[in-house]
T-cell receptor
Framework: DAGVIQSPRHEVTEMGQEVTLRCKPI?????LFWYRQTMMRGLELLIY????????DSGMPEDRFSAKMPNASFSTLKIQPSEPRDSAVYFC???????????????FGDGTRLSIL | SQELEQSPQSLIVQEGKNLTINCTSS?????LYWYKQKYGEGLIFLMM?????EEKSHEKITAKLDEKKQQSSLHITASQPSHAGIYLC????????????FGTGTRLQVFP
């Protein structure tokens, strides 16, 4: 079975450019999560969706970041304009549904390694 | 201060040795998830614990959630080079959302 699919795997771009990261969750999973991982701050939740609706975006660092989930099989995380401090590995994860009735583990993609020069 | 603390931060052991990684929360743990990450890859789910006193095993890895539900330990018996990687604990500290917080990870190296 296909896991969570992220693209691109690597992205190098100059500051000021728009960056779009993509995610395809596992089929049938109703919750989707975007995380950022850095050496300094570890793994941080940016935003998560349930049934395509954003539930908690309190982790989104600032207005330069936006996320959408137009349908159950696709989500994007956009940074505009990008800055060097946005350099990190961005992970997407999905799970079957809302806790506690469906307390299931999140399954992660392989991540997008983003470098802003 | 970190809501979820892992210790140690790094560990270097000789192949065949046993080791333990701890994950301590400042809040009640309603669900505790252990993941393993290799460099350049995503997190691989290992085990999930929900009930105080619960213990689960998979091959040579055993995880426990203490009775008071604020600490979990991950124990590896007879470590192998394939166990090397970063181990992260993720916790549900609210009980009513899908949101997890993660520890900073424990980097494990196993040398022959």
């Amino acid at each position: 079975d296909a896991g969570v699919i992220q693209s691109p795997r690597h992205e190098v771009t100059e500051m000021g450019q728009e960056v779009t990261l993509r995610c395809k969750p596992i089929s049938g999973h109703n919750s989707l999560f975007w995380y950022r991982q850095t050496m300094m701050r570890g793994l941080e939740l940016l935003i998560y969706f349930n049934n395509n609706v954003p539930i908690d975006d309190s982790g989104m660092p600032e207005d330069r970041f936006s996320a959408k989930m137009p349908n159950a099989s696709f989500s994007t995380l956009k940074i505009q304009p990008s800055e060097p401090r946005d350099s990190a590995v961005y992970f997407c994860a999905s799970s079957p549904g809302l806790a506690p009735a469906n307390n299931q583990p999140q399954h992660f993609g392989d991540g997008t390694r983003l470098s802003i020069l | 201060s970190q809501e979820l603390e892992q210790s140690p931060q790094s560990l270097i052991v000789q192949e065949g040795k046993n080791l333990t990684i701890n994950c301590t929360s400042s809040k009640t743990l309603y669900g505790l998830y252990w993941y393993k990450q290799k460099y350049g890859e995503g997190l691989i789910f290992l085990m999930m614990l929900q009930k105080g006193g619960e213990e689960k095993s998979h091959e040579k890895i055993t995880a426990k959630l203490d009775e008071k539900k604020q600490q979990s330990s991950l124990h590896i018996t007879a470590s192998q080079p394939s166990h090397a990687g970063i181990y992260l604990c993720g916790a549900d500290t609210s009980g009513n959302t899908d949101k997890l917080i993660f520890g900073t990870g424990t980097r494990l190296q196993v040398f022959p």
